[in-house]
Antibody
Framework: QIQLLQSGAAVKKPGASVKVSCKASGYTFTAYAMHWVRQAPGQRPEWMGWSNAGNGKTEYSQKFQGRVTITRDTSATTAYMELSSLRSEDMAVYYC??????????????WGQGTLVTVSS | EIVLTQSPGTLSLSPGERATLSCRASQSVSNSFLAWYQQKPGQAPRLLIYGASGRATGIPDRFSGSGSGTDFTLTISRLEPADFAVYYCQQYGSSPRTFGQGTKVEIK
């Protein structure tokens, strides 16, 4: 069965960086794009960016441009999202979400369990 | 950026009743690339509908989607206890992908 298993919760200080991993299994990793979405408590999901798992091409939301980096390790079938210069407003649950296709415009059909990132001094 | 506005904010209904949720876009959603997700507390969103009207794998036929352009609707024909949750629409046709603010379907 298709699974996306994310790394555990993280507590970071303001100004630090966090890197969340997403281990994919049950499907051909290089055939599907991977997106990253975050959700603050009581808020709507917020899209951060995506990576074409086949060629590594990335696209980021302008809101996070310069602070977010999405990468992947095809041999480990794992995707990563790193967010730098953390501030209190970045406290949220971060999700990886598989796109229903390899690139371009597809909905998100499988989601990781979420990783809670807390930013506190 | 396409802004999605959902209505109503909260829908109070009883099991067995019909639920009609609305999602309006600030500009036309290309190719009807509009999805609906269900989210329960402490869980990730779950894809229900894609392409405005296509049901995702394993989704029961009491869930249906319709619409095009800027106006979209999710209908749950007969609510079951498991359907009480928050529902989000999302457009995935242009960047940034955006979500609506959600409609909570609660038990009356």
């Amino acid at each position: 069965q298709i699974q996306l298993l994310q790394s555990g919760a993280a507590v970071k200080k303001p100004g630090a960086s966090v890197k969340v991993s997403c281990k994919a299994s049950g499907y051909t990793f290089t055939a599907y794009a991977m997106h990253w979405v975050r959700q603050a408590p009581g808020q709507r999901p917020e899209w951060m960016g995506w990576s074409n798992a086949g060629n590594g091409k990335t696209e980021y939301s302008q809101k996070f441009q310069g602070r977010v980096t999405i990468t992947r390790d095809t041999s480990a079938t794992t995707a990563y999202m790193e967010l730098s210069s953390l501030r209190s407003e970045d406290m949220a649950v971060y999700y990886c979400a598989r796109a229903r296709g390899g690139s371009g415009s597809y909905p998100f059909d499988y989601w990781g369990q979420g990783t809670l990132v807390t930013v506190s001094s | 950026e396409i802004v999605l506005t959902q209505s109503p904010g909260t829908l109070s209904l009883s099991p067995g009743e019909r639920a009609t949720l609305s999602c309006r876009a600030s500009q036309s959603v290309s190719n009807s690339f509009l999805a609906w997700y269900q989210q329960k507390p402490g869980q990730a969103p779950r894809l229900l509908i894609y392409g405005a009207s296509g049901r995702a794998t394993g989704i029961p036929d009491r869930f249906s989607g319709s619409g095009s352009g800027t106006d979209f609707t999710l209908t749950i024909s007969r609510l079951e206890p498991a359907d009480f949750a928050v529902y989000y629409c999302q457009q995935y046709g242009s960047s940034p992908r955006t979500f609506g603010q959600g409609t909570k379907v609660e038990i009356k």
